[in-house]
């Protein structure tokens, strides 16, 4: 493992803004060696009095919808504001793929090129448990490292969008202006997590369309329980081509964070995320010491065949497992 020593002075690089810094301590967490987890979480803990600080929004689409077009064009407006902003994604297919789709730096030419924007893909980390929980911490250094606002992408595929709305304090959904299939967020649940839905691409001809499918998300998020009582999610339209509505797509969000923070919601929402995340890594390490261990994957798998044959019943075999890891 790195010293204390080297880990507090990568700690006090990060904090100083250095972008190395903060990529060589996301590499860190992203590793698998036992000894550079065990580094990354002493870092993590060393930064956590800095972290906390940015305005952290999940964005999701179906692939082509814009979504790094829009990051690219809302990446930019922040800047111009004097923010600094980073780009994380949530990929878990990039595992099989062999490479990340999202957050890819070509895709976002503009803010590739910006001082002030940090981009990173998606962690390949197999799965999506553990992707979720290197983008979590990921943006716990963004932010230490002085980053004001944390975009986090993700493709519209169910539980990388949950896993992304858990960490984030605004979910963003994007959507194409064709007719038909718009609905099919809303079938899916998806409308449920959303805070916003934005209908992209509302530009030359296809406005009407655009303004048609806008309606219809406000009807259907009208029959629908909003997740807040102090918010009901807006549905509007924008061009992240042209830039038309992204400003007000951001007072949006930035009018949600002053609704959740006067009523006590936004507070509430982090420390559920914390409490949530204290789970799932505790799943994840009790996995991660049955896969560990030669001798308890070998009863596991034994164990597994006889569920298979049907011989012992999947409960009392979890049962059988879970005295293992007494
Ligand atoms: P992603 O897969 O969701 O990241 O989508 P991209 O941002 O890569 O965009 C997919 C395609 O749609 C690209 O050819 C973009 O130029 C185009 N596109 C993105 N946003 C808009 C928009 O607001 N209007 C129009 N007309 N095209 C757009």
């Given at each position: 493992m790195p010293s204390l020593a080297s880990i507090a002075s990568l700690a006090a690089d990060l904090r100083a803004g250095h972008r190395a810094a903060l990529a060589r301590a996301i590499t860190l967490i992203e590793s698998r060696r036992s000894d550079h987890q065990a580094a990354a979480r002493e870092l993590v803990q060393m930064l956590l009095p800095d972290t906390g600080t940015a305005i952290r929004v999940g964005i999701t689409g179906s692939p082509g919808v814009g979504k790094s077009t829009m990051i690219d064009a809302l990446g930019m407006l922040l800047i111009a504001r004097g923010q600094k902003v980073a780009v994380l994604a949530v990929d878990p297919s990039s595992a099989r793929t062999g490479?990340?789709?999202?957050?890819?730096?070509t895709r976002m030419a503009k803010l590739a090129a910006s001082d002030s924007a940090y981009i990173r893909p998606s962690?390949?980390?197999?799965t999506l448990g553990g992707v979720a929980a290197k983008t979590r911490e990921a943006m716990l250094l963004c932010e230490a490292a002085g980053f004001d606002v944390v975009l986090v992408e993700t493709v519209g595929i169910g539980q990388s969008e949950t896993a992304v709305c858990d960490m984030t304090d605004f979910f963003l959904a994007l959507m194409l202006p064709?007719?038909?299939?718009?609905l099919q967020g809303i079938k899916k649940g998806l409308v449920e997590l959303a805070d916003m839905i934005a209908v992209n691409k509302?530009?030359?001809?296809?406005i009407k369309r655009a303004n048609l499918a806008a309606a219809e998300y406000r009807g259907a998020l009208h029959i629908l329980s909003p997740r807040s009582e102090h918010w009901q999610p807006p549905v509007l339209t924008c061009s992240a081509l042209t830039g038309a509505g992204i400003t007000e797509l951001w007072q949006k969000i930035l009018d949600h964070r002053a609704a959740m923070k006067a009523c006590g919601e936004f507070a509430e929402r982090r420390r559920q995320q914390q409490v949530k995340w204290m789970w799932s890594m505790l799943e994840q390490r009790m996995l991660a010491r049955l896969r560990a261990d030669p001798a308890m994957r070998a009863r596991v798998r034994k164990t597994e065949a006889e569920v298979a044959a049907g011989r012992v019943s999947p409960a009392l075999a979890a049962d059988q497992i879970a005295e293992m890891l007494k």
């Open positions: 490479g990340s789709i999202l957050g890819d730096k962690p390949a980390a197999g064709g007719a038909g299939d718009e509302a530009d030359g001809d296809n």
